[in-house]
């Protein structure tokens, strides 16, 4: 068993992070540990924390309190207002829970939204959003985000780029980056032994045999082939409209995308509350919730924790499974 908790970032603190983490803390107290790392400041004062001075101090806080380790924001906070001056320490924050994770003193991590515009404009931030930040972080290449709920697990192929540049983004070699990673992350943290994995088109209908486009032909079909060949359970390149209905899903264990939405409707679609990002390809494990900052509902107590609930719950499995 693991004991060590799971390290949990602030997130933009403008948002909707600090009461997440306290309504995830009252489902979960009982069940697993976590520790939020960030400003207690930004906390209901009216609910329950402790301050920790390492990660092992939340196992035994956990029932009792949120486990807090502190990093002090210079600048006030004003709720639904991103202040790039803060930006700086938002990084931080997700640099120490990284550090902390392959240090070996916390068992994941689970990371809080970021408003990237606010990281661009006060910390120069040049990553589109958290998974390649993490990966720079990790010194990875190629890193793949599965967003995994109780009725879908799918993967985009290309992903924070506009849809124009979808065509010219996609190539051989990353698809198959992309499959091989995904693959080996169901077989060594899902326990799913072969994995069945179905691969959408780019285009409409798949392309029709080349009626609408040329890339299920020229780019994504050779690389099927050649993973058949490996005698892996890959399929497609199927239509995209037909691929998420319930018998469908019942074919694969996972769905490749081609691009953001044709991954994040369909899961969002199916699984609206409770899904979770996971980035695959780093060498520690880490989750996310499905969804922003929510900036206009920050500070009114209407955030629903159930994505930031699951995230936590699947981080602290993935790592007993690791």
Not at 105 to 116: E, M, N, R
Not at 312 to 319: D, F, Y
Request: with cysteine; glycine share 6%.
């Amino acid at each position: 068993m693991n004991n060590l908790p799971v390290a949990l970032t602030c997130g933009e603190p403008a948002g909707i992070g600090a009461e997440l983490a306290h309504k995830a803390w009252w489902s979960l107290r009982h069940d697993l540990s976590f520790f939020w790392i960030g400003d207690p400041e930004h906390l209901d004062q009216d609910q329950p924390y402790k301050m920790i001075s390492r990660p092992a101090d939340a196992v035994d806080v956990m029932s009792d309190a949120l486990p807090v380790l502190e990093h002090r924001f210079e600048t006030k906070v004003q709720v639904g207002s991103p202040n790039p001056a803060n930006a700086k320490s938002v990084v931080e924050v997700i640099e120490k829970a990284v550090h902390l994770v392959r240090q070996k003193q916390a068992s994941a991590l689970c990371t809080l939204p970021i408003h990237k515009q606010a990281l661009k404009d006060g910390a120069d931030f040049q990553y589109p959003g958290h998974t390649e930040f993490l990966a720079f972080l990790a010194a990875v290449d190629h890193v793949a985000m599965l967003l995994s709920g109780p009725n879908l697990k799918v993967v985009p192929a290309t992903t924070h780029i506009a849809l124009r540049d979808v065509p010219n983004t996609l190539n051989a070699v990353d698809l198959e980056q992309t499959i091989s990673i995904t693959r080996k992350a169901m077989i060594e943290r899902f326990s799913i032994s072969d994995p069945r994995i179905s691969i959408a088109g780019l285009n409409p209908h798949a392309g029709e045999s080349g009626k609408f486009g040329h890339e299920e032909m020229t780019i994504i079909a050779p690389v099927i082939d050649k993973l058949q060949a490996k005698k892996w359970k890959v399929t497609g390149p199927h239509s995209a409209d037909t691929m998420f209905h319930k018998a469908a899903r019942e074919k694969y264990d996972v769905a490749i995308a081609m691009y953001h939405d044709q991954a994040l409707i369909p899961i969002k679609t199916l699984d609206f509350d409770i899904g979770v990002n996971v980035t695959l390809g780093l060498p520690f494990i880490r989750t996310s919730p499905d969804h922003g900052t929510a900036l206009d509902i920050a500070g009114k107590g209407l955030a629903n924790p159930m994505s930031t609930i699951e995230a936590l719950r699947l981080a602290a499995n993935l790592s007993e499974q690791k």
